[in-house]
């Protein structure tokens, strides 16, 4: 039961011909879609020269097709590394020499494509796969009576690689193992009470956590449904909902769904379950969410590098502005910098230890050592406290992430670039409050004192288009004359935050 496909498998419906997914456009797939398609995949990966262990990137849009993907590399014991669709050729160029995949599976408008980036990387095979699901990893698929063999694997061995970024700017790419998916899945599924009449909405993008581990894995270890939006729409989402029970999301989702004019009461009669995560949820939405339908989003803690931490639990008080307890076997714990443990309502630095907890980052074994205290807690980088009912309250970010939209945005990355581009002294990237995306993208920059230019803001962000996922890219640049500082010359962004903090506010949700 070590290969997580293995748990999957044990969990389909006894009658396969039951429903698995179902599409905007009305496209059904059921579980006998699912194996047939995911062995023929893995059949093709294998004939390609595939191997247990070997590295998969796929930088594909979001399909039915993409997940029977990730099943295969599953299936296979290889190891997936799905990429966002945002990501630039520079961006693409890193990952690829840092992964050194066996294959790469990408979308035909892909700068891996259209700049030619395998060009030098003979080694690595290259198949296609858009975002209607077709290309040459579908046409080239190697269909046979015989079920596909499932590679035995250890609990030890990595299923997946997720790339972060920090404060070096560099991305690492974390090692999920097969036991913290499957660790965490069994615990998540169990804790948010999923069974065999749920049907998901989803909605969310699955190079992440959220879309493809917490959603997909509750999906299949209830042998369920699930219908598959591309991408949110709200229209989409608020036409679906009465045809779901469940609805996993960012708090984006839901302050656009307060702002539709048709999500009502009604809109949510059969609704069993709202779930929000990836970004803090401000307490107004949480209220005006319960207000207008009766539901109390059931907020969660967790990164990549962990899965899923903490919840507010399904039955019991459900606290807005807490993530919740730990989850069943998972130890969290607050702690100063000089790791001391602090008691109640003591804020300090999140700490964390469980089966869910990464295997280190890939290629960086001083970097893991870094990050691991030495009796085993893996240091989040977070802030909070628990409460005397160990609640988990996130009280801010430490290493000046940003969230904006439920990605994880480095200003550090950022930094360098505009750093390097022509007449910039230094800069400073900060996240400013947003009405949508919780979080926006900002930068501050100095120019070089020969300039005696100011800045062209709409030249500067079309050149970060061309190198920063868009995601990343500053929505604003201001310059100033000089960025503020402390007694130690390190540049104050709260100072810098305070000052551009209303930048975008405005009104976006009915009173």
Avoid at 208 to 226: I, P, Q
Avoid at 390 to 412: E, H, Q
Wanted: a negative charge; hydrophobic letters at 40%; charged letters at 20%.
């Amino acid at each position: 039961m070590s290969n997580l496909y293995t748990l999957f498998k044990e969990r389909f419906p006894k009658d396969l011909s039951q429903n698995f997914i179902e599409t905007k456009e009305g496209k059904r797939y059921s579980y006998h879609d699912l194996t047939l398609t995911t062995s023929a995949i893995a059949n093709t990966m294998q004939n390609a020269g595939v191997k247990k262990g070997d590295r998969i990137i796929f930088q594909v849009h979001k399909s039915p097709e993409a997940i029977f993907l990730y099943l295969a590399c599953l299936k296979l014991g290889a190891i997936s590394v799905p990429l966002n669709t945002a990501y630039t050729a520079a961006e693409l160029s890193y990952f690829l020499d840092d992964i050194e995949p066996a294959l790469v599976v990408c979308d035909p408008e892909s700068p891996i494509l259209t700049e030619q980036l395998l060009s030098k990387r003979t080694k690595m095979t290259l198949l296609t796969l858009d975002k209607q699901g077709k290309g040459t990893l579908i046409e080239n698929t190697i269909a046979k009576n015989n079920a596909q063999v499932i590679a035995i694997l250890g609990e030890d061995e990595i299923a997946c690689i997720l790339y972060t970024s920090g404060t070096t700017g560099k991305p690492k790419g974390a090692m999920i193992t097969h036991g913290n998916l499957a660790s965490n899945a069994l615990t998540v599924h169990q804790s948010w009470g999923f069974n065999e009449e749920d049907i998901l909405l989803h909605s969310l993008p699955i190079f992440h956590v959220h879309g493809l581990f917490v959603a997909l894995n509750c999906v299949l270890l209830s042998g369920t449904s699930m219908i598959f939006l591309s991408q949110f729409d709200v229209n989409d989402v608020v036409e679906c909902l009465p045809k779901t029970t469940v609805l996993m999301g960012v708090p984006t989702f839901y302050t656009r769904l307060l702002s539709h004019p048709n999500f009502i009461k009604k809109t949510v009669e059969n609704m069993r379950l709202f779930i929000s995560g990836s970004a803090p949820l401000l307490k107004e939405v949480s209220d005006m969410f319960y207000t207008r339908t009766g539901h109390r989003i059931l907020e969660r803690y967790g990164m990549s590098e962990t899965v899923m931490i903490s919840s507010n639990p399904l039955n019991g008080e459900r606290l807005p502005g807490s993530v919740g307890p730990a989850l069943p076997g998972i130890t969290v714990r607050i702690t100063t910098d000089d790791g001391r443990v602090l008691g109640e309502n003591e804020t300090g630095n999140i700490e964390v230890s469980g089966p869910n907890v990464f295997k280190g980052y890939w290629r960086k074994p001083d970097k893991t050592k870094e990050e691991f205290t030495n009796d085993g807690f893996f240091k989040t980088g977070d802030v909070g406290f628990l409460n005397e009912h160990r609640y988990l309250t996130i009280a801010s970010r430490s290493k000046d992430l940003i969230i904006s939209g439920g990605y994880n945005v480095y200003p550090k990355e950022i930094e360098i670039i505009i750093n390097g581009l022509e007449n910039i002294n230094e800069s400073a990237v900060i996240g400013v409050p947003h009405p949508d995306f919780g979080e926006a993208v900002l930068a501050v920059v100095v120019l070089d004192e020969a300039n005696d230019k100011d800045i062209d803001e709409s030249k500067l962000i079309m050149t970060l288009k061309q190198q920063l996922a868009a995601y990343k890219v500053p929505k604003r640049i201001f310059q100033i004359d000089e960025l503020p500082t402390n007694v130690m010359g390190k540049i104050q962004k709260n100072v810098l935050r305070d000052q551009y903090q209303n930048v975008f506010k405005k009104k976006i949700m009915n009173e």
